[in-house]
């Protein structure tokens, strides 16, 4: 079994991803950051940014908060508040427990941190998180799809079906992680080649009987 994730939405690729994800009634869960609702850089239309979201929900899809802002793990300091300002947009979207997953997913971080350590350590915002009851959604494989040009759906496709075959072979199931917008340049992208690497990936996951779950499990 396959969790298809997505990371940093939305923006300006989400509406075209929820529309192969419906073509083959596949759930994901996408962890939004809140500022690409509420403020909606991206698109300057913070209205069509709830829809979208709204959409997603409708469709069957799990939302969790990526955070609001998207900060760099050495910003620790302003983290939770942060995580905070993500999980209050998330609210007015869906009722919790929300899932949460870090920005940069697990980090070391060089420094002193709160808490009273200080040296390189397991991230410092895991401790953060733990102190306002969160957990952090990790994945079986990040597959980097940010660095994509636009032909590199095929390439994608084929790295996550290897990836799930990996797991299979393990014994285990796959959580996917991949990224329908981004943080910088207005904090919205194009992803035509994730929409298209899923799109393929999952025209090979029906065809070799592979199933769909959601994290976090209900
Ligand atoms: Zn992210």
Not at 28 to 53: K, S
Not at 192 to 207: D, H, I, N, S
Request: net charge negative.
């Amino acid at each position: 079994m396959f969790a298809l994730t997505f990371d940093d939405g939305p923006g300006p690729s989400t509406s075209a991803l929820l529309d192969v994800l419906a073509a083959e009634g596949v759930q994901a869960t996408f962890f939004l950051l809140g500022r690409n609702v509420e403020e909606a850089p991206w698109c300057g239309d913070p209205a069509r940014a709830r829809a979208i979201a709204q959409r997603a929900l409708k469709d069957g899809h799990v939302l969790g908060n990526h955070s609001y802002s998207h900060f760099r793990p050495d910003r620790w300091r302003e983290f939770a508040a942060d995580v905070r300002r993500g999980e209050a947009v998330l609210r007015l979207l869906r009722p919790p427990p929300i899932p949460f997953r870090l920005p940069y997913g697990i980090q070391r971080v060089e420094g002193a941190f709160p808490l009273g350590t200080t040296g390189e350590q397991l991230d410092p915002r895991l401790a953060v998180v733990a102190s306002m009851g969160l957990g952090h959604q990790h994945w079986t494989s990040d597959f980097d799809d940010w660095t994509l040009g636009a032909s590199d759906g095929p390439a994608l496709s084929s790295r996550m079906v290897a990836h799930v075959s990996l797991c299979q072979a393990n014994g285990l199931d796959a959580v996917l992680d991949l990224h329908d917008s981004g943080t910088g340049s207005g904090f919205g992208y194009e992803r035509p080649a994730t929409v298209e690497g899923v799109k393929l990936f999952l025209q090979e996951a029906r065809k070799r009987g592979w199933k769909s779950f959601t994290v976090p499990q209900p």
